[in-house]
Nanobody, 125 residues
Framework: LQLVESGGGLVQPGGSLRLSCAPS????????VGWFRQAPGKEREGVAC????????DYADSVKGRFTISKDNIKNMVWLQMNDLKPEDTAVYYC???????????????????WGQGIQVTVSS
């Protein structure tokens, strides 16, 4: 299973970006999909995730109210809309798909997930 992220880049504080995640060789219908990020010198952390049906989602406290995850099983895509970006949002963002409960707290993402290669998001003036 392969995932491809796109949409990253450099943005000023307060700006917006939309990340996209597309699967290669499979469909998202049966998988929960999450976004994780890793900043230099820090551990990878969960940002947002969404259930296979797109009926439920979970967010890290640090991004609630600013980030929105969405999923379209017909278009076979997942997006992460990021608004009001802050310098502390700077990180490599990873998309992951797995047959796991749609919660960021489960360690099963790391055990059973299929991960993308990651994409850089830099928030700086």
């Amino acid at each position: 299973l392969q995932l491809v992220e796109s949409g990253g880049g450099l943005v000023q504080p307060g700006g917006s970006l939309r990340l996209s995640c597309a699967p290669s060789g499979f469909t998202f219908n049966s998988y929960a999909v999450g976004w994780f990020r890793q900043a230099p010198g820090k551990e990878r952390e969960g940002v947002a995730c969404i259930s296979s049906s797109a009926g439920s989602s979970d967010y890290a406290d640090s991004v609630k109210g600013r980030f929105t995850i969405s999923k379209d099983n017909i278009k076979n895509m997942v997006w992460l809309q990021m608004n009001d970006l802050k310098p502390e949002d700077t990180a490599v963002y990873y998309c992951v798909a797995a047959s796991v409960p749609p919660t960021l707290s489960t360690p099963l993402w790391h055990s059973f997930g299929s991960w993308g290669q990651g994409i850089q998001v830099t928030v700086s003036s």
